[in-house]
């Protein structure tokens, strides 16, 4: 196995503004982010040779990608992997480079969700259960699963979990007043968070991230062709994706204070990029808060913190942009907003611009690794992707 | 000697105080939940009823019920499902009269005396609408009951029965009505209840050579909390010490359903050797001579009619209640992810979606919930046994409570559980209190209405907190 490690570069990327772009179209967030992508690696639409579109509910073809930047004949998949749609996406870009099959190949994320009241077209649920008899609720009754069982694990009261989680929410709101393109862009106190209205119990407002429109766009290319496109091109260290076969929801000996997919697909990555210490080699990480429970376990099962003890990293503010390893320096999901399958590459266009040195306000000092990791699905039933991104 | 083998019952969680109907109303009524109806309660009454037997020996399930979800289709066959019952077996459906549950008992034990059958469950529930505020509304209580009918180890014997019918507009509901008619109250009960139902219990007891003094206990069907009183007086027995109390005060008049809970009332508390009496009504009257045997007390572990009315829980708004009924316009909110209706999809899922079976691997013994075709633990492929679930009790490992999400009633609860004995399930839980839900509650199943839509209906199981 040869792995992915320094096999392929990141020659180009954009991002769209994120929130609520009730005048635009998902074709124009193709437009939008792949024309930034396009004249920031100095390429033009014809240039690309293949590419990968990761949607949800947002086209359902690759020809839909093809029409809004009059792609000429070339390949393209659609790519749907849930939450992880985005990262995926990449993933397969960066493989049919690293296959030497394609010089120049795009991955593109684009998901309009304001279009449905309530931002989801779909059934949840429909894909695990035909019959429809499983519970049906949006993610923030999966996942306030996790903080049920995380909160039990570690014997924290309401009060308590509430605290933490609250901290998390305060900076990565935080962040988002350094994101000239996040969909959130205020500051809010621990009170207002602790105190949020109830959504499910115990996550409030607060604790949930923004459903927004948005896309993403990354030029790929390898690095021999990178060096003569740019200097500060970025090489992919690592692409890890594993997908749950619902063991959490089969077996009992789940009990819903870890995700047992990040574990994994943590390892795989740290495996290919021959990281030892994550808590000391990796400089940043943007990982899947899509609500303040999961950034807090993500954090430990990523190995940030050990377990149980990321609420003490919380505390002493570890993950703020001034502390030892930053996440969410963009905001997160709280914060920047979650169009679904564009996420995963707005989260590398952090990492990228974090690495280039050009994340303005929010520039971290040192950020020669970053991470990037999703997830998505049900809990007990999983699937993540991590992407670590570093210098050459 | 044929008779009953076993009972059950079922009283909805639910309680609604007459005075939220109407103020200076007594007492309080029995009401399904929003996820509750006939076929659910009367599952609950089976499953109660067959504690402890095996259930491949009954060959038939007769539903008796005013009000199945459908006009044309059977409720039977969900009862017999979620009772997990042979498929082999007699199904019917009996309907449109009060009389049903009893006209159900006469078959049951026609089919026994007649060898077609070695036991028979009749399966009584009723939730009947009255207009709102109205006094049917005050009168009537939701809930189910059950017996076994048998030939071997009868617990009462029916030594004989009587019946009569009786032409009479006096209580309708036609087709496409919501709520229960009825003519004026005076000759209602002077030509319908009091008339028919004293000429089955006197031809009962001419028949069999009986007087009022040679029974034990006397279980009369009763339209409201007094009528009763009068009938007994005129028939010569003590209302006082020989009649069963009809609990107006605590459930309700509960329709085809109510003779045979409040026999089951009545053998809560029967000894061996007691002579019961039991008659219906509804366009006539059956009339039973029942006797109490030793067998008695081995199904006195059921959790009956006295456990389920001592387990309870009041909702104080009768909008709310209106609500879950359809009887209230309600404003129209943000929907909900949509739900769609696939029968072949429900028909396909029937023995996990219905019965509640998981499957055990014959290699690791892993249980599963729903049943799997590779092994989650080992990866065998192919190799397992069925296993029921709806029977098991469960705690909860972890759940969520939302209080967004449109529901009927709000925070919709969710749990994962873990049963005793292995398996786990995902499944909202339901008649729970928010304060109650926590890592580590014990709960058990109960068959529920999932979806209605399109007037089709899919059930599936909910975790409730233990009954106890």
């Not at chain 2, 708004?317 to 696939?342: A, M, T, V």
Request: proline share 4%; with cysteine.
């Amino acid at each position: 196995m040869k792995g992915i490690k320094d096999r392929v570069a990141i020659v180009g990327m954009g991002c769209t503004n994120f929130g609520e772009l009730w005048d635009k179209d998902y074709k124009d967030l193709m437009v939008d982010a792949c024309y930034e992508a396009f004249e920031d690696a100095g390429v033009e639409p014809k240039d690309i040779q293949a590419a990968w579109y990761g949607s949800r509910e947002s086209g359902f073809t690759g020809s839909h990608l093809a029409n809004a930047l009059k792609l000429e004949y070339i390949p393209i998949t659609r790519v749907e992997n849930f939450c992880a749609g985005g990262t995926d996406t990449f993933r397969n870009a960066c493989y049919s480079v690293a296959a030497g099959i394609f010089d120049i190949a795009l991955a593109c994320g684009v998901e309009k969700t304001k279009d449905h009241m309530g931002g989801f077209t779909m059934d949840i649920t429909e894909p695990f259960d035909r019959s429809m008899v499983e519970w049906e609720l949006p993610p923030v009754s999966q996942f306030a699963q996790l903080a049920n069982g995380y909160f039990n694990k570690y014997g924290l009261s309401y009060e308590q979990g509430k605290k933490i989680l609250a901290k998390i929410a305060v900076k990565n709101h935080h962040n988002g007043t350094l994101s000239p393109k996040a969909h959130f862009r205020r500051e809010i106190t621990l009170e207002q968070a602790i105190n949020a209205p109830m959504i499910s119990y115990p996550l409030g407002l607060f604790d949930a991230c923004g459903m927004s429109d948005g896309g993403a766009a990354a030029i790929i290319t390898t690095p021999e062709i990178a060096k003569s496109m740019r200097k500060d091109y970025i090489l992919v260290k690592a692409l890890a994706l594993d997908n749950g076969g619902g063991q959490g929801k089969l077996q009992s000996d789940y009990d819903f204070s870890y995700i047992p997919e990040t574990v994994e697909a943590g390892k795989l990555a740290y495996k290919e990029a021959g990281i030892k210490n994550p808590r000391q080699e990796v400089d940043l990480a943007i990982v899947h808060d899509c609500f303040t429970i999961t950034e807090l376990i993500i954090c430990e099962d990523l190995g940030f913190s050990p377990r149980g003890k990321a609420p003490e990293d919380v505390e002493a503010g570890t993950f703020e942009l001034t502390g030892d390893l930053p996440v969410n320096t963009d905001g997160g999901l709280k914060c920047f907003g979650h169009p679904l399958s564009a996420s995963g590459l707005r989260m590398i266009y952090e990492v990228y611009k974090q690495l280039q040195g050009k994340a303005e306000a929010r520039q971290l000092k040192k950020a020669d690794i970053g991470l990037v990791h999703n997830v998505g699905g049900v809990c007990g039933y999983f699937n993540c992707a991590v992407a670590i991104l570093g210098k050459p | 000697m044929v008779g009953i083998t076993s009972y059950g019952a079922y009283v909805p969680m639910l309680r609604l105080s007459r005075e939220a109907i109407a103020k200076g109303a007594r007492g309080e009524k029995a009401i399904c939940n929003f996820d509750e109806d006939s076929i659910t309660m009367a599952a609950a009454a089976a499953n109660d009823c067959l504690n402890g037997i095996d259930r491949g020996m009954v060959d038939g399930l007769y539903f008796a019920t005013t009000t199945s979800p459908y006009k044309e289709k059977l409720g039977a066959t969900i009862v017999a499902m979620a009772a997990d019952l042979r498929q082999d077996i007699i199904t019917a459906d009996f309907a449109n009269s009060l009389r049903a549950g009893t006209s159900a008992l006469i078959s049951a034990l026609d089919a026994i005396k007649a060898g077609s059958a070695k036991k028979v469950m009749v399966a009584a529930a009723d939730c009947r609408l009255g207009t709102p505020g109205s006094t049917f509304e005050q009168n009537f209580g939701d809930g189910a009951g059950a017996l076994l009918i048998g030939d071997k180890d009868v617990a009462v014997t029916v030594e004989g029965s009587y019946s009569v019918y009786s032409e009479i507009l006096d209580i309708w509901r036609a087709d496409g009505d919501t709520f229960v008619r009825s003519w004026e109250d005076r000759f209602a009960s002077t030509h319908g209840y009091l008339e028919t139902v004293g000429k089955a219990v006197s031809g009962l007891m001419q028949k069999y050579k009986l007087s009022p003094s040679d029974f034990a206990k006397v279980v009369l069907y009763s339209p409201d909390a007094r009528r009763y009183v009068e009938l007994a007086r005129r028939l010569g027995f003590d209302d006082k010490t020989q009649v069963q109390e009809p609990l107006f005060a605590v459930m309700g008049n509960t329709g085809a359903a109510f003779p045979l809970m409040l026999l089951i009332a009545a053998l809560e508390e029967a000894k061996a050797g007691d002579r019961i009496l039991l008659a219906s009504y509804g366009n006539g009257s059956d009339a039973f001579v029942l006797q109490v045997t030793e067998q008695i007390e081995k199904i006195k572990d059921r959790r009956g009619m006295k456990k389920h009315l001592a387990s309870k829980k009041a909702i104080a708004d009768y909008k709310k209640y209106l609500i879950w009924r359809g009887l209230l316009p309600q404003e129209e909110r943000e929907p909900g992810p949509i739900r769609f209706l696939s029968a072949p999809a429900a028909w396909r899922e029937r023995e996990a979606n219905f019965r509640l079976r998981g499957v055990k691997c014959q290699v690791c013994g892993t249980i599963q919930f729903p049943p799997q075709r590779v092994c989650t633990k080992c990866h065998t492929k192919d190799q397992f046994e069925p296993y029921r679930l709806s029977d098991k009790k469960a705690k909860i490992v972890s759940f969520a409570m939302d209080y967004v999400t449109p529901a009927p009633d709000l925070p919709t609860a969710t749990t994962t559980i873990d049963f005793d004995g292995g398996g786990r399930m995902q499944c909202y839980m339901t008649d729970g209190e928010p304060e109650q839900v926590k890592c580590g509650l014990p709960v058990e199943m109960s068959f529920r209405k999932i979806i209605d839509k399109d007037g089709a209906r899919i059930y599936f199981w909910k975790s409730i907190p233990v009954r106890t």
